[in-house]
């Protein structure tokens, strides 16, 4: 399995620095890498969860966007399940990849509390993610036809969704609660007092 895995993460990857991608020069090395390794600690916590599918989740996630399909998820679905298959992975694990990756992309619809472990290790991951390193800060340079009301606007959005919605596991929630307060505070939520 590990062999496949890292095709898929290989496939991804170049996929990722493709130029038309706006977040090509960064998303690897500042997103899915940072995703993969909050998970796997995740993982060495819910020991029940199943790494490789986790890890595929990871590498998968995203696959959608990184290609510019904003049509839905039956169009991400259909091009990530025909990539799994075209790298060789076996069909009930290609299936229920596929029907894990519906659930993370339904986080606005479904109670992702609710769903499988391997869901929300990876939505929790994928959230807490965007508060390490220049996340948040890229979004700036890759929207200059914006103002900076609008990009702290975008920024509070994308953090309250994240926390919400998508960091589901109370480790995460403990682990990035200052995380969180800083970047709402750089969005413009600022606290009543500073010192207490």
């Known amino acids: 399995m590990d062999h496949l895995i890292d095709k898929l993460r290989a496939k991804v990857t170049k996929a990722s620095f493709n ?20 998970a796997l600690e995740l993982c060495d916590i819910y020991k029940n969860a199943n790494r490789n599918l986790v890890k ?41 990849a596929i029907q894990y990756l519906r659930i993370f992309e339904s986080k606005m619809e479904f109670e992702l509390t609710k769903a499988p472990i391997e869901v929300q290790i990876t939505s929790s991951a994928d959230a807490a993610s965007h508060m390490v390193g220049p996340f948040y800060s890229l979004w700036w340079l890759e929207s200059p036809h914006k103002t900076f009301e609008e990009l702290m606007e975008d920024n509070k959005g994308k953090a309250l969704k994240d926390w919400n919605r998508k960091i589901v596991l109370p480790e995460v929630k403990k682990a990035f609660e200052n995380r969180n307060r800083f970047v709402m505070e750089n969005s413009g939520d600022f606290p009543e007092k500073y010192l207490t």
């Open 19 to 38: 130029p038309d991608f706006i977040h090509h020069k960064w998303f690897v090395k500042y997103h899915l890498n940072i995703v993969e390794q909050i």
């Open 56 to 96: 595929t989740l990871i590498w998968i996630h995203d696959y959608g966007k990184i290609l510019g399909i904003r049509d839905g998820v039956e169009k991400i679905t259909e091009v990530t399940a025909k990539l799994m298959e075209e790298i060789g992975f076996e069909q009930e694990f290609t299936d229920k």
